[in-house]
């Protein structure tokens, strides 16, 4: 193992996490200022690149496939929440579970009717399409975007919860809703503006995953399920746990995948651990959840009240 | 009111009971044999059902992972059988005892938290297991495998499909009975005290962590048994018996019964595999490639379809049927 794949993967897992942490802080935001069980997330990650992929094939400038993707994305947010999901936030878990999965059933059959089975390929913008040199190691240049991306949006994230009156309403409405209501905050307004917010950064994630990952039905539930094991993992509710827990996710999903079977193989017998490598690397990432939440069963850095 | 058991929801389940019953004697009369495999389905994730239902409806906790328990005795029968042991008896005490152990740690784990966080996380260790079962290429990875030969119950062979129903009858009728007797028992009432009010039966002095325990223990096992009859039904397992769409479509079926009625999941599989059925399989002649249109994209219809029963029927099919006679009372 050199210090060159070491990096290499180190950036990888960050990678990794920064589109966990857009996927997931939206998703916090819902479940934590809601109490509502969104598992159709997912599905808006995959509309978001879908959208980008198509006006991408359509006009061929990946800036423009953002500018529209993203927006569309966030619109497409507003309207599933308006028409199907707020009527169900006075409902029981079981019901807004049910109802999110007919959702993401639909999606999915919606884009596998326009857009097929087969994967859509989203390809790297010219602009991005090289490498970066990174202690005499070649790195795609893509990769360092999505990564700044990322930066970016946590910081503006932050400025717009803890600077702007905005914020200051979403962080009441999380602290207390009912009370924010009767203090004359509009919530229904409120519960949209943090959707359609969740929905855009989703499908800014689906935009820039894009070219990494293929763009095909379905691509929204694994991720999905990441992002659920970074929120329980980081404490519902909480932007600055979905900060932490999706790099730490990011990293310890990468870095097993990459270094465990090797590590195994000092330990074990060659087959075996040719067997088990694997297998335990991909299961890594939910004995991480299941160790935090024996011993903190709240999440890493829950919400703060009062 | 003496007579009170004999309500017409039990009427309506011993009609249906007794329509399963006759089914593989009914089928090859109208001509339609292959109904003998597709109410063994219905009845197998009626079983599985069932066992959810045992957490769901009358504990409460709404799990999102059981197909995990089912993707575990399916596989449980594959990987004994593709190493040659045929036993029933020693594939069920196997699949128990693994089941059991499983479902005693995740229990543990998941039980710590409660509402959404355990719905999320009952979803996070399926998907675990999933990815196990996928990495597992010596039992046929992502594929899955076909299995050898069908577990060995002595005198019954099971691969006469009449044998292999009745099995399943007979399995799904035992374990509603015992349900029935735990739902009514002393145990029973104390889940159902926990499921209205934890923070009471804690201040009565119940140790509601054991109780639920228990309870998502023995809804575990019934699934495990389900997921057994299921590799014996299909001779073959794949991780596709517990990925999250199966959880979901388990879900599913319980809501579409009626949560936290005995018989009510039997229902809602009933309904859910018939509804899957007659639309993937849809050709009723209609205009402009409608018939092509609903039968390559049946899911988006069932999603539709569960939004709906979601919105508007808020207890359920026989739910509905339970609450009619409630108000009648």
């Known amino acids: 193992m050199t210090w060159g794949l070491f990096f290499t993967q180190a950036l990888n897992g960050l990678q990794l996490g920064v589109l966990l942490f857009l996927l997931s802080a939206g998703l916090t935001l819902v479940f934590g200022i809601m109490n509502f069980a969104n598992f159709s997330h997912g599905s808006l990650y995959m509309m978001g690149a879908y959208f980008a992929a198509a006006v991408y094939g359509w006009c061929g400038s990946f800036l423009v496939a953002g500018l529209v993707a993203v927006p569309a994305t966030l619109l497409l947010g507003v309207i599933v929440e308006r028409v199907a999901l707020s009527r169900l936030y006075q409902r029981n878990h079981l019901d807004q579970v049910l109802a999110t999965f007919g959702l993401i059933l639909v999606f999915n059959e919606v884009v596998r009717y326009i857009w097929g089975p087969a994967p859509v390929y989203l390809n790297v913008p010219e602009a991005l399409s090289g490498t970066v040199d990174l202690f005499s190691l070649p790195y795609p240049a893509y990769r360092f975007a999505i990564i700044g991306v990322g930066l970016v949006v946590g910081a503006g994230l932050y400025l717009l919860i803890h600077r702007t009156r905005v914020g200051m309403l979403i962080r009441a409405g999380a602290a207390n809703g009912t009370m924010a209501a009767a203090l004359g905050v509009n919530i229904p307004l409120l519960n949209t503006l943090v959707f359609g917010l969740g929905a855009a950064l989703a499908g800014l994630a689906g935009l820039m995953a894009g070219p990494v990952f293929a763009v095909r039905p379905g691509m929204g539930e694994s991720i999905l399920v990441l992002a659920l094991v970074v929120i329980i993992t980081g404490g519902i509710g909480s932007i600055r746990g979905a900060v932490y827990s999706a790099l730490i996710v990011g990293v310890v999903d990468t870095a097993g995948r990459a270094f465990l079977p090797g590590i195994l193989r000092e330990f074990l017998d060659r087959s075996v651990a040719q067997a088990v490598g694997p297998a335990v690397a991909s299961m890594l990432i939910y004995l991480l959840m299941a160790v935090v939440l024996a011993f903190r069963p709240q999440g890493l850095f829950p919400v703060r009240h009062g | ?329």
């Not at chain 2, 990815?131 to 062979?157: C, E, H, K, N, W």
């Not at chain 2, 006469?160 to 009728?173: E, K, Q, S, T, W």
């Not at chain 2, 002095?205 to 299909?234: H, W």
């Open chain 2, 1 to 329: 009111m003496a007579r009170q058991p004999l309500s017409l929801r039990f009427w309506f389940a011993a009609a249906f009971s007794l329509l399963l019953a006759l089914v593989p004697i009914l089928a090859p009369l109208i001509g339609q044999p292959h109904y003998v495999t597709m109410f063994s389905r219905i009845m197998i994730f009626g079983l599985a059902a069932v066992g959810l239902n045992f957490i769901l409806g009358f504990g409460g906790l709404v799990s999102f992972g059981h197909a995990l328990y089912v993707g575990l005795g399916a596989y449980a029968v594959g990987i004994m059988s593709f190493h040659g042991i045929t036993n029933a008896w020693a594939q069920l005490a196997a699949a128990l005892s693994v089941g059991a152990v499983a479902a005693v740690l995740i229990g543990l784990v998941c039980l710590r938290t409660s509402g959404l966080a355990f719905i999320m996380i009952t979803l996070a260790f399926t998907q675990m297991v999933y990815f196990l079962a996928v990495s597992l290429t010596q039992y046929g990875g992502d594929d899955g495998m076909p299995i050898p030969a069908r577990s060995d119950l002595g005198l019954l062979s099971l691969d006469h499909g009449a044998v292999l129903y009745y099995l399943i009858f007979a399995v799904l009728m035992l374990i509603l009975y015992v349900a029935h007797r735990v739902v009514h028992s002393r145990f029973g009432v104390v889940l159902s005290g926990c499921k209205s009010n934890e923070r009471r039966m804690i201040a009565l002095g119940f140790p509601t962590l054991r109780y639920k325990l228990s309870a998502y223990v023995i809804s575990a096992l019934i699934c495990v048994i389900a997921g057994m009859l299921l590799a014996n039904l299909t001779r073959y397992t794949a991780p596709a018996y517990l990925n999250w769409v199966a959880s979901g479509d388990l879900i599913v079926m319980v809501v579409f019964g009626g949560v936290g009625t005995l018989f009510g999941p039997v229902v809602g599989s009933a309904a859910l595999v018939i509804v899957e059925e007659a639309l993937s399989s849809f050709s009723l002649g209609l205009p402009w490639g409608m018939d092509d249109l609903i039968s390559t994209h049946w899911l988006g219809l069932l999603g539709i379809f569960i939004l709906v029963v979601v919105l508007q029927l808020k207890r359920g099919l026989y739910g509905a049927l339970v609450a009619r006679e409630q108000g009648s009372n």
